[in-house]
């Protein structure tokens, strides 16, 4: 921001008129990613104790909620087709994903293991989500599903890969 502190904004193209969403001086608000209807922005905020949560915030600005409990860190937000989000968190001294419906609050790791997983994206399909695994200090990509299957690695091993990203 021009105050130097990280804020969300939206711009319109059309005119490059700036409008300011949040207001949280001291903390670092990073990472928005849009709800698939347009209404809301998922973000990560350390406004509380410097530790890096999820809120969500209404398109129209006002004042963001946060929507995780679990870890002690929480990153990546990414909103699915379905409305729900996921993201990584910090439990165990590991980076674990998780699911959350945010209309009920609950949270669920669907990821586990003496390992990182990182960096999920929602598939279309709105039941698998590819992510980066991290073991030994190398990653990668692999496909979790959601209703408990066992994890798909996508990618061969070979160098590292991360930031998993699908097409519509």
Request: charged share 20%.
């Amino acid at each position: 921001s021009k105050d130097g502190n990280p804020e969300l904004y939206i711009m319109n193209l059309a005119d490059g008129a700036l409008a300011r969403l949040t207001r949280s001086p001291g903390a670092n608000e990073a990472s928005p990613c849009w709800s698939p209807d347009g209404r809301q922005i998922a973000y990560v905020s350390d406004q509380v104790n410097r530790q890096p949560r999820i809120y969500v915030i209404n398109r129209s600005g006002g004042q963001g909620q946060r929507v995780t409990r679990s870890g002690s860190q929480n990153v990546a937000p990414n909103w699915g087709p379905n409305g729900q989000l996921t993201y990584a968190t910090l439990t165990g001294g590991r980076f674990q994903i998780y699911v959350l419906d945010p209309a009920t609050g609950e949270e669920r790791q669907i990821s586990s293991g003496n390992v990182d997983f990182e960096d999920p994206c929602w598939a279309p399909d709105g039941r698998h989500i590819a992510c980066t695994r991290t073991e030994n200090y190398r990653s990668q990509v692999v496909l979790l599903d959601t209703m408990g299957d066992p994890y798909i690695v996508l990618t061969d091993g070979k160098g590292d890969w991360t930031s998993p990203n699908w097409t519509k």
